[in-house]
C-alpha cells in the first residue's frame, strides 16, 4: 500500500514564524502535491512537484514556498504565517500518468491541522 | 472561477437508498474524472473514475455517470451504509498537462440507519 505521512497531525504557530510542514512517501513517485482545505472552499493546489527540485505554482502559491531535494519528501514553507493561513494541509502523490493503478490517483496523506494564532 | 462545481453543500439519505451526488465543470479539456472520499481528520481516499471516453464506470456499490454534453457526472451509491457518510470531492484531470487535479468544494453525505 501507498503510504503518504505527514510530520504533524496538529500545529500551533505564531504570526511571523516561519513553519515547514514534511510530507514523505514510500512509492518512489515522481508526482508530488500541497493542498489546503478550508470549509467551503474544497481542496486547493498550492504548489506541485513532477520531479526532484522541480516546482510549479498551483491556484494559491501567495505565501509559500515548497522545496524538493529528494524524491520521496516534498516540503511546504510559510514564510511568514499569518492567521489566514489557518487551515487542513494536504499532502499527496501519484506516478507518473500510465502507472499506477488509476490515472491521476493522487494518494493523499492525513493532513496536518495548522492554527497560526 | 470555478471549473469544478458540486451545487450541493450536503445531502442526506436514508440507508438502503440510493445516494447521487452531482458536480459539473465547465473546462471542455478535462478528459478523466475522480470522486474522493474523504472523513473528518484523515486524507481523501480515492474511490472511483471515469475517463472521457466513457460513460459509465460501475466498482460494487458505487457507479460514476459522465454526460460529455452536459460537462455533468455523477456518483451513484447503492444501497447507501451508514459508513458512506462522509465529504464526497468530485476532482477533473487533463487540461494542464501536468498530473494536477482541480476540485470541486464537495459535498457533505449522511446517510441515517
Known amino acids: 500500500d501507498v503510504k503518504v505521512t505527514q510530520s504533524s497531525r496538529y500545529l500551533v504557530k505564531r504570526t511571523g514564524e516561519k513553519v515547514f510542514l514534511e510530507c514523505v512517501q514510500d512509492m518512489d513517485h515522481e508526482n508530488m502535491f500541497w493542498y489546503r482545505q478550508d470549509p467551503g472552499l474544497g481542496l486547493r493546489l498550492i504548489y506541485f512537484s513532477y520531479d526532484v527540485k522541480m516546482k510549479e505554482k498551483g491556484d494559491i502559491p501567495e505565501g509559500y514556498s515548497v522545496s524538493r531535494e529528494k524524491k520521496e519528501r516534498f516540503s511546504l514553507i510559510l514564510e511568514s504565517a499569518s492567521t489566514n493561513q489557518t487551515s487542513m494541509y494536504l499532502c499527496?502523490?501519484?506516478?507518473?500518468?500510465?502507472?499506477?493503478?488509476?490515472?491521476?490517483?493522487?494518494?493523499f496523506g492525513p493532513g496536518t491541522r495548522l492554527t497560526v494564532t | 472561477d470555478q471549473q469544478v462545481k458540486q451545487n450541493s453543500p450536503s445531502l442526506s439519505v436514508q440507508e438502503g437508498r440510493i445516494s447521487i451526488l452531482n458536480c459539473d465543470y465547465t473546462?471542455?479539456?478535462?478528459?478523466?474524472f475522480l470522486w474522493y472520499k474523504k472523513y473528518p481528520a484523515e486524507g481523501p481516499t480515492f474511490l472511483i473514475s471515469i475517463s472521457s471516453i466513457k460513460d459509465k464506470n460501475e466498482d460494487g456499490r458505487f457507479t460514476v455517470f459522465l454526460n460529455k454534453s452536459a460537462k455533468h457526472l455523477s456518483l451513484h451509491i447503492v444501497p447507501s451504509q451508514p459508513g458512506d457518510s462522509a465529504v464526497y470531492f468530485c476532482a477533473a484531470s487533463g487540461s494542464s498537462g501536468y498530473s494536477t487535479l482541480t476540485f470541486g468544494k464537495g459535498t457533505m453525505l449522511l446517510v441515517s440507519p
Open positions: 473546462n471542455s479539456m478535462f478528459d478523466y
Open positions: 499527496a502523490s501519484s506516478p507518473p500518468l500510465g502507472k499506477g493503478s488509476a490515472a491521476y490517483e493522487q494518494y
